[in-house]
């Protein structure tokens, strides 16, 4: 049994799935896996799921497994969209905002809210974090709430890719959120996607977000001044994740003695009051 990625993984997805981009967000399909090497499948035996943007397959016939993300690189995004890039990315967007002086949430088109309600968040979130809206989607900024330079992930409503990451070259692409009440000693928390991090920030922890399953390793220098005890991995339940919280284990485990990783519900989908009440 191997698990593919990358170029690996998008070749038997071509091969066996050509209309892999077709299956919706949160979506599944099955295909027969022409290129078994245990065989021509004709059963339907190879499973291709749709999740953050992501593909995953496998193979119930030979075992193989694959992992596939659109890499969002500036010719891409040129091509797919016209979402500014380069330095001064969120500047160059704010021209496209919608609600130029208000982020009221009730103001956000439609499918902005139930996407941002369906994780709990309220008007009050949606300006702490400066959550916008473009005609394409939610944008969602990062590497600071004021000034230049900063980074965003556009979650676009119907069209694909559907998420955007743009970061200049000169900033982090893995971003860290101190807490406001932060304590010397206090636990800082591993995250994949900008929500959980917005939401662990607001239920009062410190939180890294990787925006992928990379640790961008000049963050480090940042949290380290903060001196977290205690490192926790909350990375998504799925093989991806499991392989990215080995291996940051791996890199952080030589800066910090306490890391512990679970898998659960991400913190998106887990109630302030709850986060809030568990011991991290």
């Known amino acids: 049994m191997t698990t593919l990625y990358g170029q690996d993984a998008l070749k038997e997805l071509t091969s066996n799935a050509p209309d892999y981009e077709d299956i919706d967000e949160g979506h599944s399909a099955k295909y027969n896996h022409a290129t078994c090497h245990m065989g021509t499948d004709t059963r339907k035996r190879f499973g291709v799921k749709h999740v953050d943007d992501a593909y995953l397959w496998h193979c119930f016939n030979c075992g193989d497994s694959g992992y596939y993300r659109t890499r969002e690189t500036v010719s891409r995004m040129k091509l797919m969209t016209d979402t500014p890039t380069g330095p001064d990315v969120l500047t160059q967007l704010s021209e496209k905002f919608r609600h130029k002086s208000q982020r009221d949430l009730y103001k956000f088109n439609v499918m902005g809210q139930l996407w941002l309600g369906q994780y709990g968040f309220d008007d009050d979130m949606v300006k702490e974090y400066n959550i916008r809206e473009i005609d ?12 230049l330079h900063r980074g965003y992930q556009l979650r676009r409503y119907d069209k694909k890719p559907k998420y955007i990451t743009s970061v200049p070259k000169s900033m982090s692409k893995s971003h860290y959120i101190r807490s406001t009440d932060i304590l010397i000693g206090s636990t800082l928390v591993v995250v994949e996607d900008l929500l959980s991090a917005y939401k662990l920030h607001y239920a009062g922890y410190s939180t890294l977000c990787l925006l ?68 991290l």
């Open 136 to 147: 394409d989607g939610i944008v969602l900024p990062f590497g600071g709430y004021t000034g």
């Open 212 to 279: 992928g399953t990379k640790l961008d390793t000049g963050i480090l220098p940042s949290i380290l001044l903060d001196n977290p005890s205690r490192v926790v991995l909350w990375l998504d339940d799925d093989e991806a994740g499991h392989e990215c919280a080995v291996k940051i284990y791996k890199e952080l485990g030589p800066v910090f003695k306490h890391i512990t990783s679970i898998n659960m519900l991400q913190p998106k989908e887990i109630s302030l009051d709850k986060l809030r009440e568990m011991d």
